[in-house]
């Protein structure tokens, strides 16, 4: 239960051949097991990894009968890290943790704490991020930092420490599973949500930015509530920011798809304008999983 097997070198980007070692849960591990042949090799892991899904998912199974519907652990999987050590001369080094989609959170057990094995474990977890805030990005093959294959980002803006982890899958069917937990969690987070509000500046004036599934943007003043704009996600043409405060957007001033339509186009100043960026793309994302499912029906 909670094991992982890896193929690579331990904390390096080299893969071993016809081998491979196997860590359990308190971190402890078997010598490398080395087969005749690669066969033999993927036979192993494939039928280990079988085994560790199946034990993991009872664990799960029986954690989730103590949460709230809402509260359901809904997928957990060990990636790899990569940490580049401060000191000179030290190589880029590769160390496992552990990923939990919990209702409308993700957390992170790292820093050497074990997977949760219990519910009070989730609440001594000090690394949890609405999974509507943090932003996943697949790293193309000419911008991979090693030879490690299947990695991709994961900003968290709230994080003083560590606002963007360079992660790792060892197979592409994993990396593949995990994108479309995500895919889920995050669409089942947008729609209980259903809304999020920003405090921000529009003209000069103190006002509330509202980002809603259903009907997509609204600007309204702060005092008197007053809706000085709405626009719906179909009418975004495009957006930028300069990085630090704001954040620039263009619409059509209706949905109706004409080229020759005019746009109109919109400053909007917000402190936490990372956050602000990541919801939009979630709203985005879960309107365009949506889109698709429709097209597949």
């Given at each position: 239960m909670y094991a992982y097997v890896t193929q690579y070198l331990s904390g390096t980007d080299k893969l071993r051949v016809n081998s491979f070692q196997l860590y359990t849960l308190d971190g402890s591990q078997t010598g490398i097991i080395i087969t005749d042949t690669s066969v033999q090799q993927q036979m192993w892991i494939s039928r280990i990894n079988m085994i560790i899904h199946n034990l993991t998912t009872r664990t799960i199974t029986e954690l989730n009968q103590t949460f709230l519907p809402s509260e359901q652990v809904l997928y957990a999987t060990w990636v790899y890290e990569r940490i580049t050590n401060s000191k000179l001369n030290c190589l880029p080094q590769w160390k496992p943790l552990f990923l939990v989609f919990k209702g409308s959170d993700l957390y992170i057990f790292d820093d050497n704490k074990p997977p949760p094995l219990c519910s009070y474990d989730f609440i001594c977890c000090s690394r949890v991020y609405p999974i509507v805030e943090i932003l996943i990005e697949?790293?193309?093959?000419?911008?991979?930092?090693?030879?490690?294959?299947?990695?991709?980002?994961?900003?968290?803006?709230?994080?003083?420490?560590?606002?963007?982890?360079?992660?790792?899958?060892?197979?592409?069917?994993?990396?593949?599973?995990?994108?479309?937990?995500?895919?889920?969690?995050?669409?089942?987070?947008?729609?209980?949500?259903?809304?999020?509000?920003?405090?921000?500046?529009?003209?000069?004036?103190?006002?509330?930015?509202?980002?809603?599934?259903?009907?997509?943007?609204?600007?309204?003043?702060?005092?008197?509530?007053?809706?000085?704009?709405?626009?719906?996600?179909?009418?975004?043409?495009?957006?930028?920011?300069?990085?630090?405060?704001?954040?620039?957007?263009?619409?059509?001033?209706d949905s109706v798809l004409n080229g020759n339509q005019p746009t109109i186009h919109?400053?909007?100043?917000?402190?936490?304008?990372?956050?602000?960026?990541?919801?939009i793309n979630a709203f985005l994302t879960v309107k365009l999983l949506g889109k698709r499912d429709e097209a597949i029906d």
């Open positions: 697949i790293v193309a093959s000419k911008s991979r930092l090693d030879d490690r294959e299947y990695c991709f980002t994961l900003t968290l803006p709230n994080d003083l420490l560590t606002q963007c982890r360079y992660l790792n899958f060892e197979i592409k069917n994993d990396l593949d599973e995990f994108l479309t937990n995500w895919q889920r969690s995050l669409y089942m987070s947008v729609y209980a949500l259903k809304s999020r509000a920003f405090g921000c500046m529009y003209q000069g004036q103190i006002c509330r930015f509202l980002i809603d599934i259903s009907n997509g943007f609204e600007m309204s003043n702060n005092e008197s509530n007053i809706v000085l704009w709405s626009f719906t996600f179909d009418q975004l043409q495009s957006s930028s920011d300069n990085g630090r405060d704001k954040i620039y957007f263009e619409f059509k001033r919109i400053e909007v100043q917000c402190q936490h304008l990372r956050v602000l960026i990541h919801v």
